[in-house]
């Protein structure tokens, strides 16, 4: 189908790892993005890979992506408070022609004290 | 360098209205495109620009219209407006089609 799934909420305590799961739908998918929204804001492009990588670390974040199962997650090292947000992934699934992205429902990172 | 900038930040109509939303993009990028965010619908495609020409288009009503000026800056513009277009509208630039999209911090709308 068309939807990109994502669990809708996560709860972590302070200085825990995060893993913030996402399933997509096309295989042909060049990017994938992570990207953060904080209440009344826009979204804040985190990081990306692109589909012919199998990881991608950018400081406390790492990128997972598992072609065969269409599974891409995301893990924040030692999670701090102002790390709660909404979390979306998203798929370019029409190649470089477009910045059509497909967003998952988004993912409500919660981080407890 | 300066990021995405969208005015107004908010706007607040009533049905029937029409209304006009302005975006900036990143000094030096090219391509422009528009998300409607709404609780029930989430985060979905209403259109790109690219060279002043619209490339691409999501499924929304023709009330829904846009256009880029030779600098790059769009607007988007909405017609007849009705309830249901109550939304937070982001606006999103990139270097080029295809690359790494930069979103602005929205234009809340609200029709009463």
């Known amino acids: 189908g068309e939807d990109v799934e994502q669990s809708l909420f996560l709860s972590v305590r302070e200085g825990d790892s995060s893993v913030i799961n996402c399933t997509y739908t096309d295989s042909s998918s060049t990017y994938l993005y992570w990207y953060k929204q904080e209440p009344g804001a826009g979204l804040q492009l985190l990081t990306y890979i692109f589909s012919n990588m199998d990881m991608k670390q950018d400081q406390r974040l790492t990128v997972l992506l598992n072609k065969k199962d269409k599974h891409l997650s995301l893990r924040i090292a030692d999670t701090q408070t102002g790390d709660s947000a909404i979390y979306f992934c998203?798929?370019?699934?029409?190649?470089?022609?477009?910045?059509?992205?497909?967003f998952g429902t988004g993912t409500l990172l919660a981080v407890q004290p | 360098k300066a990021g995405v900038t969208q005015t107004p930040r908010y706007l607040i109509k009533t049905r029937g209205q029409q209304v006009t939303l302005s975006c900036s993009p990143i000094s030096g990028h090219r391509s422009v495109s528009w998300y409607q965010q709404t609780p029930g619908q989430g985060l979905q495609f209403l259109f790109e620009?690219?060279?002043?020409?619209?490339?691409n288009k999501g499924n929304f009503p023709g009330r829904f219209s846009g256009r880029q000026f030779s600098n790059s800056r769009s607007e988007m513009n909405v017609s007849t407006l009705e309830l249901g277009d109550s939304a937070l509208y982001l606006c999103?630039?990139?270097?080029?089609?295809?690359?790494?999209?930069?979103f602005g911090s929205g234009t809340q709308l609200s029709v009463l």
């Open positions: 620009y690219f060279s002043e020409t619209q490339r």
């Open positions: 998203a798929e370019n699934r029409y190649g470089g022609a477009t910045n059509k992205l497909i």
């Open positions: 999103a630039s990139s270097l080029n089609q295809g690359e790494k999209l930069f």
